[in-house]
């Protein structure tokens, strides 16, 4: 096994059974080390480049889950340029009056909470929203649903869903800060649902990850509100520690986190060779 860090250069792959990327965040999630390793017709674990970026732009994943008929809370974005020369901040105040307060604020292409905030009231919309652009050209003001906040991953072939995990943040919002911040995140697996609960919040993250394309491994997050489950976010490149939200379903279901692993890594190997000899 070699490692590749991030101050060092890439060692030769070629020849390479399979490179398992690990790097998860913005750097991760965005299909940039793919779309390397595609250059290089090296083989990997994980969703493609395309589908990487396709589902960092939140507001087009959110479209396609839509059209799709896989329910997502209602939203409207606007870029940089737009606030700038054509009335776009009225344009988000439009959005967030027809959505109803509270609204989420949140950059179009970031993850882990980074830039997100809850607004309460209309007075506190331009500067989340200012916020927000410090993280990048595209804001999108969402609905905020209340309910239980949970995740699903979708690992191996076929996307086998894990045991749904409940999410259990020190605050209304699970922002960067609160998952920073000791203690500022538990999670519960399995979650105190009943199995016809169970049954929609996996069917729904099941959809997701079908119609955004996902391989190998991804993380569906989702509310379960009044109205039934919400997806949130798809994550193709989440977190694989011992204590991430993928060990912790394996454990509740009686797995092993070295089995979870050899089984991710055995099924995506195993992919390989068929499309090779395409």
């Known amino acids: ?123 506190e919309l331009p500067a989340a929203v200012m916020a927000a652009f410090a993280h990048g050209g595209e804001v999108l003001v969402e609905e905020y649903v209340e309910g239980v906040e949970l995740s699903v991953c979708l690992v191996g072939r076929g996307l086998r869903p894990l045991i749904p995990v409940e999410i259990r943040s020190a605050g209304r919002l699970c922002d960067i800060h609160v998952r920073m911040s000791e203690n500022g995140v538990k999670y519960i697996a399995p979650p105190d649902l009943t199995s016809p609960e169970l049954a929609v919040v996996t069917k729904a993250a099941m959809d997701a990850g079908r119609v955004l394309g996902v391989r190998d491994l991804a993380r569906v997050d989702l509310i379960l509100g009044p109205d039934g489950p919400q997806v949130l976010d798809v994550t193709p490149c989440p977190g694989l520690s011992d204590r991430s939200v993928a060990a912790t379903a394996a454990t509740a279901q009686g797995q092993s986190y070295e089995d979870l692993i050899e089984r991710i890594v055995g099924d995506a190997g195993r992919r390989v060779p068929r499309e090779r000899s395409r």
């Open 1 to 123: 096994m070699t490692e590749i860090t991030a101050d060092a250069q890439w060692p030769d792959l070629d020849g390479a059974d399979l490179v398992i990327p690990l790097v998860y965040g913005v750097e991760g999630e965005q299909g940039s080390i793919t779309a390397v390793l595609e250059g290089l017709g090296v083989p990997y674990l994980g969703s493609d480049s395309a589908t990487c970026a396709l589902i960092a732009h939140k507001p087009g994943a959110k479209r396609m889950l839509d059209r799709a008929g896989v329910a997502t809370p209602e939203f409207v974005s606007v870029d940089a340029e737009a606030i700038r020369h054509y009335e776009g901040m009225n344009a988000l105040r439009s959005g967030a009056e027809r959505i109803g307060y509270p609204v989420v604020v949140k950059p179009a292409r970031q993850c882990q909470g980074v830039g997100v905030h809850l607004v309460e009231t209309p007075e």
